[in-house]
């Protein structure tokens, strides 16, 4: 037979569970009380007295009184012995096992003088036992699956309760990631506004030139309007690159939310380059880029990649001597990653120091030169985008970054 909605079966099944629920809820909401003010105390006891009372309906003269629908359980002992199990369960609910294990024991004794006395039947201390022993197993039964979701449902809250603390910890940690990053970008700025003042110094100066140039032929009356006019056009160029390496160290310094999209890693290098490539000048070092063309995108935030740049393009400027060089590859591997090389002319790398690289806080550089969290971040920045990077160092010849990093890993762009 086949309900709408499921089968017959099923339908009964939700039922038994959903009454099987409620009933473990209730028992669970239970709160000891004094037995005087528990009313299921009295209720209990008011069933155990009224079939007690049918129990022995015939020795004590009352099975005339009693109705005929209700005089079978007056006749047919075994079916009224059944009826007992209504205040056993009823107390291992709401007691548990000490109300289970007395309601059981109170179900003995009640048998017990009809059984020694009173009983027709042969065998029937034997019989009052055979019910005796399921009546305190259910109990037993009973009060362990109430037990057991209670405990169930204590680790429930308490995984709960764990998982909150985790978001918490999550949230804690990401915050504390994004102000490492911060840190760090301050760190770089820090190490390169000795070559930026200089970069800026010169085309400022090259302006000031130029207008005392045209304040002294305004004075002489020799300034001629194409003369004044170049002049003009160069003092602007000068102006206009200032303002764009100024430009360049706000965006890079300026605090930014994590922001996915097609990225150009080329562009990044570039970018990266536009910071760090005046430290380069000023150590007379040759920054090579040999930067492969058409080039998948990656799926990436741009400012992050551009900081891991920065970090290890600096690094390696600052680990390259005089007349060194430091060179910036970007490539595409057979196993569709898109690599980016940054390589060194520098002293090197131990082999002690080469595994803790990426510890937080480590470095070999001089006071000052930095605080051990450039590459540290670095690599999280990375593994953040599913990459990875990978580092060879041969002492005295030159260290060698790489960077590798899934391309169109947007889930827009999946076939």
Known sequence: MVWRGGTLYGRVLGSVDRIEARVVDWALRQRPKPLHRNPHFWAIAALFVVLSVLYYAQQLGLARYIPSCTGLFTTVHDLHRGLFFIPIIYASLAFRMPGGAVASLLFLLVMLPRALTFSPYPHSM???????????????????????????????????????????????LQESEEQLIQAEKLSSLGQMAASIAHEINNPLAGVLVYTQLIAKKLTRGTLDTGVALDYLAKMAREVDRSARIIRNLLDFARPSELTLGDVDINQVIEDALALVGHRATLGRIEVVQELHRDLPKVYADYDQLRQVMVNLTLNAIQATPIKGCVTLRTRVTADNLLQVIVEDTGHGISD????????????????????????????????????????????????????????????????
Request: hydrophobic content about 45%.
């Open 126 to 172: 034997e019989r009052a036992i055979v019910f005796f022993v399921p009546a305190t197993l259910i109990s037993m039964l009973i009060t362990s699956l109430i037990e057991r979701v209670k405990r169930a449902r204590a680790a429930q809250a308490q995984l709960a309760d764990l998982h909150d603390e985790l978001a918490e910890s999550i949230v804690r």
């Open 352 to 415: 002690e120091n080469l595994r803790k690289l990426f510890t937080p806080f480590f470095t070999t550089k001089e006071k000052g030169e930095g605080v051990g969290l450039g590459l540290a971040v670095a690599k999280g920045i990375i593994e953040k985008h599913a990459g990875f990077i990978d580092v060879e160092s041969v002492k005295g010849e030159g260290t060698t970054f790489i960077v590798s990093l899934p391309f169109q890993i947007n889930p827009d762009q999946a076939v």
